[in-house]
T-cell receptor, first 119, second 110 residues
Framework: DTEVTQTPKHLVMGMTNKKSLKCEQH?????MYWYKQKAKKPPELMFV???????INESVPSRFSPECPNSSLLNLHLHALQPEDSALYLC??????????????????FGPGTRLTVL | DAKTTQPNSMESNEEEPVHLPCNHS???????IHWYRQLPSQGPEYVIH???SNVNNRMASLAIAEDRKSSTLILHRATLRDAAVYYC???????????FGAGTILRVKS
């Protein structure tokens, strides 16, 4: 199974709502990521979890709260979002640091994303 | 993070080879060159990566200049399914972080 799944596919929420995005992988990967992608722009890294610990936070506002309950699951809790937070939220996973044949690689597998609209 | 420069868009005919260039003049010795692509309505997917030598896999080839200041992703026979945004990304060895640039929109004509 080389798939990263994300739920829901679409989410519409008001600025006072609390919602969560979910990401799951069963490839045994120990690094998981959240990216944000605005329309016609490249993905921007938000958070990186490595072995279930937060290792990178790209100065993301606190209204976005990541959680990694176990090595297969990654959540993004949303609270008091603004309309400008409307975007495609992508989850990715990777094995971590692997040495193979003298070179290292860390291919990231991406999910299809959750399209978030904040009203 | 070292920067990459790619053309905004390119067009190719189906069944013909496509050469997608990427400039990375500030590349450091520990930067790997990665290519990802994003098909419409999908998340990005890994294409290929390399350090110094040219690389081939089932999807594409990566040609790296001798001074490593530029590279070219080669799709040997473009199909309509190859129409996507192609991102050239530099990443340090053992690094988790992918910093996407603007990418090249590849259009494939039948």
């Amino acid at each position: 199974d080389t798939e990263v799944t994300q739920t829901p596919k679409h989410l519409v929420m008001g600025m006072t709502n609390k919602k969560s995005l979910k990401c799951e992988q069963h490839m045994g990967h120990r690094a998981m990521y959240w990216y944000k992608q605005k329309a016609k722009k490249p993905p921007e890294l938000m958070f990186v979890y490595s072995y279930e610990k937060l290792s990178i936070n790209e100065s993301v506002p606190s209204r976005f709260s990541p959680e990694c309950p176990n090595s297969s699951l990654l959540n993004l809790h949303l609270h008091a979002l603004q309309p400008e937070d409307s975007a495609l939220y992508l989850c990715a996973s990777s094995q971590g640091w692997i040495i193979a044949g003298g070179s290292s690689y860390n291919e990231q597998f991406f999910g299809p994303g959750t399209r978030l609209t904040v009203l | 993070d070292a920067k990459t420069t790619q053309p905004n868009s390119m067009e190719s005919n189906e069944e013909e080879p496509v050469h997608l260039p990427c400039n990375h003049s500030t590349i450091s010795g520990t930067d790997y060159i990665h290519w990802y692509r994003q098909l419409p309505s999908q998340g990005p997917e890994y294409v290929i990566h390399g350090l110094t030598s040219n690389v081939n896999n089932r999807m594409a080839s990566l040609a790296i200049a001798e001074d490593r200041k530029s590279s070219t992703l080669i799709l040997h026979r473009a199909t309509l399914r190859d129409a996507a945004v192609y991102y050239c990304i530099l990443r340090v060895e053992y690094g988790n972080k992918l910093v996407f640039g603007a990418g090249t929109i590849l259009r494939v004509k039948s």
